[in-house]
């Protein structure tokens, strides 16, 4: 089971970023995909997830309709837009593989983590 992040950078408040989380090694739309993200000094926390078998999606409140978590299963990779980005979103962003197609937004509910790719909103 492999995960790559990408897609972080440095963007200005108000703007816009789309990480991909491309995934090899297991059926893909048989498993959870989330998103979590980590901050200087605070823990990994989770941001979104994608259920494996219901198209299910689970949002962090502090995100809610300004994140999009979506998926390709033709490609094997998931997305998360984020729209409207503020200062408090800057951390590195992880993908994740969950344990099961039940998406929640619990690190013990993960198994598998790509490498992380860091997004900093900064003027």
């Known amino acids: 089971v492999q995960l790559q992040a990408s897609g972080g950078g440095l963007v200005q408040p108000g703007g816009s970023l789309t990480l991909s989380c491309a995934a090899s090694g297991f059926t893909f739309e048989n498993y959870a995909i989330g998103w979590f993200r980590e901050a200087p000094g605070k823990e990994r926390e989770g941001v979104a997830c994608?259920?494996?078998?219901?198209?299910?999606?689970v949002y962090e409140d502090s995100v809610k309709g300004r994140f999009t978590i979506s998926r390709d299963t033709a490609k094997n990779t998931a997305y998360l837009q984020m729209n409207n980005l503020k200062p408090e979103d800057t951390a590195v962003y992880y993908c994740?593989?969950?344990?099961?197609?039940?998406?929640?937004?619990?690190?013990?509910?993960?198994?598998?983590w790509g490498q992380g790719t860091l997004v900093t909103v900064s003027s």
């Open positions: 994740a593989r969950g344990s099961s197609s039940y998406c929640n937004l619990l690190r013990t509910s993960y198994s598998y």
């Open positions: 994608f259920s494996g078998r219901f198209s299910a999606t």
